[in-house]
């Protein structure tokens, strides 16, 4: 379970990376601490890395209450501040990603509010690309 405040940007990044990148290894899930719906930009820079995202939605963590997960990262500081605890998780691991959306509002074009998205983009692949490692790290 990767988790946001919102789920709109970060946290549904890295679901979708996981789903394209690790489909053999996890089943990926992504939340929000106060879920506010799919960042347009988001959407554009996931595309460009061919991985489309239009079709995901915002969810929140109380959807997944209950669920015992294997491991459950918070992608922001404010989420791993303000996760519940999810009973049953093997594992729990705060890695903050920078958020776009701040860091694009000053920005003075789409195209140059997406060089943040991108960045942040390609840190949660290198992320998931890694994240095997983590999962077996307790075994």
């Avoid at 997944?64 to 605890?85: H, R």
């Amino acid at each position: 379970l990767f988790l946001c405040t919102g789920n709109s940007c970060r946290s549904q990044m890295a679901e979708a990376w996981a789903r394209v990148l690790l489909a053999e290894v996890v089943e990926p899930y992504s939340a929000g601490t106060a879920p506010k719906g799919l960042d347009p930009l988001a959407i554009i820079a996931m595309a460009e890395a061919g991985v489309d995202i239009s079709s995901q939605r915002s969810k929140s963590i109380d959807d997944f209450k209950g669920i015992a997960f294997d491991l459950v990262v918070a992608v922001c500081s404010t989420a791993d501040e303000n996760c519940p605890v999810f009973p049953g998780a093997k594992k729990r691991v705060h890695i903050p990603f920078d958020d776009p959306p701040r860091l694009a509002e000053g920005a003075k074009s789409s195209e140059e509010a997406l060089t943040q998205y991108r960045r942040v983009r390609d840190e949660i692949r290198k992320f998931i690309e890694g994240l095997p490692e983590i999962i077996g790290a307790d075994k």
